[in-house]
């Protein structure tokens, strides 16, 4: 383990996964799609972060037993068991500290514009005293802190609708300082996605067939613990 590590909470892009808000606008099949592109986006994004590890709860599927969907490489994972979604961010920062990490960032995948040179910063910024924040007008794209710090998450109520205020506030009350990143925005709309869009290259072809969900065989799962 580095001592810089990125977060992720992934789960198998079937339709019982993904956010029923992102369905109601999208259609369940479409939404799925996006789900995916906005996850592989995330990912690609990250591994260009070379100075940190990677870990990944994953949820998976029996079409979708690892993340070779999202990695032909087979990235390791560790198995989501715990369904909680704050005990499932506790224990994975839990983890990276454990494994040898003295800063880690949540990473969630909805806000396509955020940047590597982002999260290189971040981890600049953390330290004990220091709480990274890449903000939006939903949920934050990351949230950043330094191993001294892991006991702030037990505060933070995950499954709030005010979650970046509630982050914020939180932090207050701990007497730590906040460095925000620059502010981006999610994909939760049909606005959102065609800005998305229209920042891409014009080459690039949205819901191609590469990027559609697709079965892949069983294969042993690749864990890192």
Not at 121 to 143: A, C, H, R
């Given at each position: ?8 909470i ?36 990250a591994?260009?972060v ?14 979708h037993p690892d993340?070779?969907?999202l ?33 880690a ?27 990274t ?5 939903e949920?934050?794209?990351l ?9 702030l ?13 509630d ?30 869009m229209?920042?891409?290259d ?9 990027n559609?969900e697709?079965e ?10």
């Amino acid at each position: 383990m580095k001592d810089h590590c990125l977060i992720f909470i992934i789960d198998a892009p079937i339709s019982e996964n993904i956010d029923p808000e992102l369905k109601k606008v999208f259609g369940a099949e479409r939404a799925a799609r996006v789900y995916i592109d906005l996850l592989n986006n995330s990912y690609k994004m990250a591994k260009k972060v070379s100075s940190s590890s990677i870990i990944i709860s994953y949820k998976n599927s029996s079409k979708h037993p690892d993340l070779t969907w999202l990695d032909e490489d087979d990235p390791g994972f560790s198995e989501a068991k715990i369904k909680n979604l704050n005990e499932r961010i506790l224990s994975l920062f839990h983890w990276a500290f454990n494994a040898g990490a003295k800063k880690a960032i949540l990473l969630a995948n909805s806000s396509p514009e955020a940047k590597s040179e982002w999260i290189e910063k971040s981890f600049e910024l953390i330290n004990k005293e220091t709480v990274t924040l890449g903000p939006t007008d939903e949920n934050p794209y990351l949230f950043g802190i330094a191993f001294n710090n892991v006991n702030l998450l037990k505060k933070i109520n995950f499954f709030t609708g005010d979650l970046t205020d509630d982050i914020y506030e939180k932090i207050k009350q701990q007497k730590l300082k906040i460095q925000s990143q620059p502010k981006t925005y999610t994909v939760n709309s049909e606005e959102t996605l065609e800005k998305w869009m229209k920042s891409k290259d014009a080459d690039y072809h949205f819901f191609s067939q590469k990027n559609e969900e697709k079965e892949h065989p069983k294969r042993d799962k690749k864990k890192i613990f």
